[in-house]
């Protein structure tokens, strides 16, 4: 697991679009993912905020953000990369870094899965236009 930088800015980019693609199907809409400029993730990553990843043979296949409060940010697999326990590790990793809480659509059942089974636990739903931010939290060891 590496933590990433501002050369790493055009990278994340990409695999965050790539990624994210497939989630803004679920929903029928554009992601705030997808809407993020390389601007705003060169300063993401020369901020506070840790962002880490994951590379194979030089290339970034996965990548997830902490924030100073705990937020579990971002997490996002290169789509051909999918299913092979990334974002297992990008999620541990995530925890092992002071992640405690994150937010994800109602439709999301794959993500609602790994989080439970890292002992996520949903803790409000919040209404947006066309469908329900589920927040969960991991209680405290």
Known sequence: MLTLGADDAGEVLTLQRAAYVG???IYDQFLPPLFETLDEVKDVLASEITVLGIRDDGRLIGTV???PDGE???LAVAPDRQHEGLGTRLLEA???HGGTWLFTGDRSEANLRLYRRHGFEETRREPVPGHELVYLTR???
Do not use: N, T
Request: aromatic fraction near 0%; hydrophobic fraction near 65%; glycine fraction near 0%.
């Open 65 to 67: 953000r902490i924030k």
């Open 94 to 96: 995530a925890i092992a």
């Open 23 to 25: 989630e803004a199907m």
């Open 72 to 74: 579990i940010a971002r």
């Open 139 to 141: 209680p405290a060891a």
